[in-house]
């Protein structure tokens, strides 16, 4: 008796769709009297995916190696070794039975074969498929589709069933991917937050509420687009993976992300839940990408309060001061409302080079945004304590964006212009951001 064994590498998604195979197959091979084949299963490990498109390893995979095995049927003898499919133009092509051994595989190779011949009948006839058989004594016989039953005991029907094994290996799985990604695939934790550290170095933090930001894609999109858009600039992605510190920036994010699993904060818990493991899934890369937000606020917000130790009260009581300034925080405040008339109130704090905070309750239509460099220009109403931090609270406050020196202004003006020019060059299949 030879021994069966096939063995391949399918997505870990697609093992009960071969379960169900295998089991489809032994029963149809049940019916004609062949044995049934047994399957196993491995663990599941993490490989390379590789888009077919442009050979770059896009992400991982959880992938299962599948074995089937069992024995080689056989009768009075005589076993099916391969089949020969014969095509209008005069071509065979010959597959060995699936989890043939390799001696035999081969053996049956190295036969001499005759286009649409039968040892069986003797009929020489067009014939789509003939079959090749072998006896222990080491005879080969080339038999038609109805002879190999009568010549060798073997059941036609159930040979084709278990022929069915070997198209396994070669199946496409990946049938329900989406625009030719698998839906399984995942991207690695440490790329992704390298990939998002990078953008936000090149382009900035997205605000979704901030008016500069109306018209442009968030960060998300532009990181889904990294790993996903096949009509990326190679240009673009090589930009991305060389820009500087981004790979260590990525480890520090993901220490901090990490620190927050177990949180009282629902958020803090997600993220350093996505940031323990080593893949993520797509659908999460939006959420593990917004810690490099998270991560540059509470930096800012540590050296804001370490500044803020240092502040001290500014100017007296009535005095108008002037100081450069840059806005730390906006707060909305509850309306006071007049008869019909509602006043929209906000809580604008400042902080200078020095640590000095000031602080504006603002009734403006308009007031600077958070990071805004300005000049304060307000009138002093009063100094007050907020936790252990010294405040000077400001009313009928001016705050004109900071001007720069003329020779300043036409220099970064230069560079503006220029990083502009690369970022079209660069990027010319992305919608503007």
């Known amino acids: 008796m030879n021994s069966a064994a096939m063995r391949f590498d399918v997505p870990a998604t697609a093992a009960s769709h071969v379960r169900q195979l295998v089991e489809s197959t032994n029963t149809r091979a049940a019916v004609h009297g062949l044995t049934a084949y047994k399957l196993d299963f491995s663990a599941p490990f993490l490989t390379d995916y590789t888009d077919p498109y442009d050979g770059r390893v896009v992400g991982k995979r959880h992938m299962v190696t599948v074995t089937i095995f069992g024995e080689v049927p056989r009768r009075s003898g005589w076993t099916v070794v391969a089949r020969l499919d014969h095509d209008e133009e005069g071509e065979t092509l010959l597959s060995v039975f699936p989890g043939l051994p390799d001696q035999l595989a081969t053996e049956a190779r190295g036969q001499r074969l005759i286009e649409n011949f039968c040892h069986g009948c003797k009929v020489a006839r067009h014939r789509t498929a003939t079959y090749l058989a072998r006896h222990d004594s080491g005879e080969y016989r080339q038999l038609g589709t109805t002879c190999v039953e009568p010549y060798t005991g073997l059941p036609i029907k159930g040979l084709e069933a278990l022929w069915r094994f070997g198209k396994l290996k070669d199946s496409d799985w990946d049938g329900d991917s989406e625009g030719g990604i698998p839906a399984d695939l995942r991207v690695t934790v440490a790329k992704a937050l390298q990939v998002t550290a990078a953008i936000v170095a090149q382009d900035g933090r997205f605000y979704s509420r901030a008016e500069e930001w109306k018209n442009t894609s968030p960060t998300a999109d532009a990181v889904s687009a990294y790993f996903f858009d096949r009509r990326a600039s190679p240009e673009w992605r090589a930009a991305i993976d060389a ?154 406050c001016r705050v004109p964006e900071r001007e720069l020196g003329p020779v300043l202004s036409r220099v970064q003006g230069a560079v503006r212009v220029r990083s502009l020019i690369q970022i079209i060059e660069a990027r010319r299949w992305r919608p503007a951001r």
């Open 243 to 396: 820009e500087p510190g981004a790979e260590a920036t990525a480890a520090a994010v993901r220490e901090w992300a990490i620190q927050g699993y177990g949180s009282t904060s629902d958020y803090r818990h997600k993220v350093g839940q996505l940031a323990k493991a080593e893949t993520v899934a797509p659908r999460h890369l939006s959420t593990l990408g917004s810690a490099i937000a998270g991560w540059h606020r509470d930096q800012e917000k540590a050296a804001a309060e370490q500044a803020a130790r240092n502040s001290k009260p500014q100017g007296t009581k009535g005095e108008r001061i002037t100081v450069a300034a840059t806005v730390t925080t906006v707060i909305e405040l509850e309306e006071r409302h007049y008869g019909y008339h509602a006043q929209r109130r906000r809580l604008v704090k400042f902080q200078d080079a020095a640590g000095n905070v000031y602080v504006w309750f603002s009734s403006a239509a308009t007031v600077p945004s958070k990071g805004d460099e300005v000049e304060l220009t307000g009138t002093v109403k009063e100094h007050s304590t907020y936790g252990e931090t010294a405040q000077t609270v400001l009313t009928r």
